[in-house]
Structure formats: structure tokens, C-alpha cells
């Protein structure tokens, strides 16, 4: 994928939520994209003090004029170009809203730009965003998404199905059919980061990534990556997931290896995480803090634990 200068660093502008403390949304993204070698312009959604698992939350959140008023200092001055745009919580419709109209316009303006969204929704049939958020996503950002990397959960309500955490002989044709509905919502690329296998009638033990690829109107390149369920609960892994998935789509120009590498090192920043982490604290009933800055090591070495396989 092409920068916008043969030898220039290539530009991201990423737009999510920031802590103070720990590791979610933009202190994830920031800290993986610079230390391979991408220069990133952030956007905070909210600015907290911790992430919203923690006993008390105190900051702020982006309004809609404020949102409005960044983007115009930004286009005023000229520093609107860039490759990549990624995009991760939002919380409103209304931000939703001007973020799109803007990532229209910066791809209007320089073509080359890809779009890497990740639709925060919610996980395990919750909701973490107002349900305005989900007609956005689906009539605005998605069809100018290149990427977009769903949870199995956020992949069924874009696509309009009930969710259902019943096993069924079909369950596995369903999921490849769900990827090929949200084709043909806009994204070239579609990545549902993890699904539980048991659901789909495979070891309990097992985790997997689905990953779809539009070749031509109607045929696709489609896998699936298996890799194992950590006894542990974690914060910010979607939003690394993300990063980890544009850096090596930036490098490799391949979803399938990007993909490789962005499990497989994820999971090795887990086994780290549990390896130096204490106790989840009275504090922090969502999960352990990534420890990112002393995973530096394994994020650069770019190591593949776990191999594709792909759909018959």
C-alpha cells in the first residue's frame, strides 16, 4: 500500500478513545504504529482517567463542534494527508457523523488513503455505544471502509441478524455468508477478530480469527486463523488487534500474513501481560492492563505462532 512519497513515513490519523492511565484505544494504537515506524495524528473521542472498567471514571468527552473545530484547524492548514485513517470508539451517531463526512472528504482529496474501521459496538451481546452509532457504521462508514475488523457480535448487528449463542450444524456457512453481506456494504477487507469455537462446534479451549478478502464481484479469498483461548481477561486487545492488522497490511501488502502476525503477536503481548501482571484489582474488574512497553520485543520481531487455513 502506497505512501503518499516513495520515501516518505507514512501518516496515520487515528481516532479513538485515549486514557490517562493504562492501555485502550489510542495509547494502544499510538505506541504499536511509532514503534514500527508510522508517524500518527490522534484524536481522542474521550479523554479518562482509566478506562471505564475501573471503580471510578472522571474526564471528557469530544462534543460534535469540537470534533467539527479539529477538522477544520486541520484542513485550514493543509495536514489533511494522509494513508491510513483508523478509526475505533466513537460512543455517538452525531461524532460518527462528522467523522465520516470527513474520512469522505480526505479520500475525496488524496485516493490512495485506505480506511481501517473498527466498529466498537459492544461485545457479548452489550452494547458499549448508543444504538445510533449502528445506522452510521452501516449507511456511512462502511461503504468508504477498505478494512473493517467486527467482533462476532458487531458483525451481526451491522449486517442486521439476531444475535444467537446457539450452535448450529449451518453455524460455520453462516459466518462466511455474514462476511459476504458486509462486502457488500463497502469494505474490500473484513476481519471478525475473535470468535469463541465453541460456538461453531469446536473446542472450547480454541479461539478464532475469520478473515475475507473481495477478489471480484463475486469471489473471495476467506480463512480462518485458530489460536488459544487465555484463561485471563484483558483490556484493549481489539484496539492493538487494529493496529497490529494496519502496520503489517502497510508492510506486507497481504492480509493473510498481516493477519498472522497481528495474532500471533497479540497473543504473545497477553502471555506477557499474565506473565508481569498481578491480580485483577478491586479497582479494575474488566481485566489486566496490557504491558505493552515491555513487550516491545515481541511486537517488533513480527513472530508467527499461528498459521491460516483457508475455506474450501
Not at 444467537?164 to 453481506?181: A, G
Request: proline letters at 3%.
Amino acid at each position: 500500500m502506497p505512501s503518499t512519497k516513495s520515501n516518505q513515513i507514512p501518516r496515520v490519523l487515528s481516532i479513538q478513545s485515549h486514557v490517562v492511565h493504562g492501555f485502550v484505544g489510542n495509547k494502544c494504537a499510538a505506541f504499536i504504529l511509532q514503534l514500527y515506524g508510522f508517524e500518527v495524528d490522534l484524536i481522542n473521542s474521550v479523554h479518562f482517567s482509566n478506562h471505564t472498567g475501573y471503580k471510578t471514571v472522571k474526564g471528557t468527552r469530544l462534543r460534535v463542534d469540537e470534533l467539527q473545530s479539529i477538522f477544520e484547524g486541520l484542513l485550514a492548514n493543509d495536514i489533511l494527508e494522509y494513508d491510513y485513517i483508523l478509526t475505533g470508539y466513537m460512543g455517538s451517531g452525531e461524532l460518527l457523523h462528522v467523522v465520516a463526512e470527513h474520512v469522505k472528504l480526505i479520500k475525496t482529496k488524496f485516493p490512495h488513503v485506505k480506511y481501517v474501521c473498527d466498529p466498537v459496538i459492544g461485545d457479548n451481546n452489550k452494547l458499549y455505544v448508543d444504538r445510533s452509532c449502528i445506522e452510521v457504521y452501516k449507511n456511512e462508514l462502511l461503504p468508504l471502509a477498505d478494512i473493517v475488523t467486527p467482533n462476532d457480535f458487531e458483525i451481526k448487528l451491522l449486517i442486521g441478524e439476531q444475535s444467537n449463542d446457539t450452535h448450529t450444524e449451518n453455524e460455520d456457512n453462516s459466518i462466511w455468508q455474514s462476511l459476504r453481506t458486509l462486502h457488500s456494504m463497502g469494505p474490500s477487507h473484513i476481519i471478525i477478530s475473535s470468535i469463541s469455537a465453541d460456538k461453531i462446534g469446536r473446542s472450547e479451549n480454541i479461539l478464532q480469527m475469520r478473515a475475507s478478502s473481495k477478489i471480484s464481484n463475486d469471489q473471495y479469498q476467506t480463512f480462518r486463523i485458530d489460536f488459544p483461548r487465555l484463561e485471563s481477561s484483558f483490556t484493549g486487545t481489539g484496539d492493538s488487534f487494529s493496529a497490529l492488522i494496519l502496520a503489517w497490511l502497510h508492510k506486507e501488502n497481504n492480509l493473510v500474513c498481516a493477519c498472522e502476525k497481528a495474532i500471533s503477536i497479540l497473543h504473545q503481548v497477553l502471555l506477557k501481560t499474565i506473565e508481569l501482571s498481578k491480580p485483577i484489582s478491586i479497582h479494575n474488574t474488566c481485566g489486566n492492563e496490557l504491558c505493552l512497553i515491555e513487550s516491545k520485543t515481541i511486537i517488533e520481531s513480527g513472530q508467527i505462532l499461528f498459521r491460516a487455513v483457508f475455506d474450501k
